[in-house]
């Protein structure tokens, strides 16, 4: 149901970082998946006057920041993920300008997935945090290959581990990982 092609609509904001636009870019380069922006009022915030014309039937991804790292609008996610959520889009939330100031309650947003980057909270660079619905976490396929992602291996195939593991290829950034963890503490 999430395969993105040359009808997928992908919904991003004219505020976001670059980490919130270039992937989405290079996907719709890759499948053909239209790109569509929600715009800017005078005020800095979200133009959701459009709400229903921007989010359609043909969104798959709805991607936007909790919180602008150039303007600091708090963003209205209750009403994009409503409407996210009515035509079966998934909702991405970009909290990291938000996760050093503010409380994140992942149930309370009511995303389908919630990243944020350490070095914004003081963490090492280079690690971070994904949090996703577990269902969707277990249907996605993992994106790189190494140890610690594998169940079972042998000549012919290959059987990964559950989520977060099969994720997680190679090596952990452990010493990032402690960092991170003291960050957050």
């Not at 890759?30 to 014309?53: I, M, P, V």
């Not at 359609?56 to 409407?83: D, Q, Y």
């Not at 909270?121 to 971070?128: E, K, N, S």
Request: proline content about 6%; hydrophobic content about 45%.
């Amino acid at each position: 149901p999430y395969r993105v092609d040359h009808e997928t609509e992908i919904v991003i904001t004219e505020m976001e970082h670059h980490s919130n636009i270039v992937p989405w870019q290079l996907l719709s380069q890759r499948t053909g998946a239209k790109l569509k922006w929600f715009g800017l009022t005078d005020e800095g915030r979200l133009d959701l006057s459009n709400l229903e014309e921007i989010i359609t039937p043909k969104a798959k991804i709805v991607s936007f920041v909790l919180v602008s790292n150039i303007l600091g609008t708090v963003n209205p996610v209750e009403a994009i993920v409503r409407r996210a959520q009515e035509v079966g889009a998934l909702v991405l939330i970009d909290a990291s300008q938000a996760a050093p100031h503010m409380v994140l309650d992942v149930q309370a947003l009511q995303a389908d997935f919630v990243a944020f980057t350490g070095h914004k909270m003081c963490a090492p660079t280079g690690i971070g945090v994904l949090w996703g619905r577990q269902e969707l976490l277990e249907d996605l396929p993992p994106f790189l290959g190494g140890g610690e992602m594998i169940e079972t291996v042998s000549m012919h195939s290959s059987t990964y581990a559950p989520a977060p593991h099969k994720f997680e290829a190679g090596t952990p950034p452990i010493a990032q990982a402690v960092g991170l963890g003291a960050a957050v503490d």
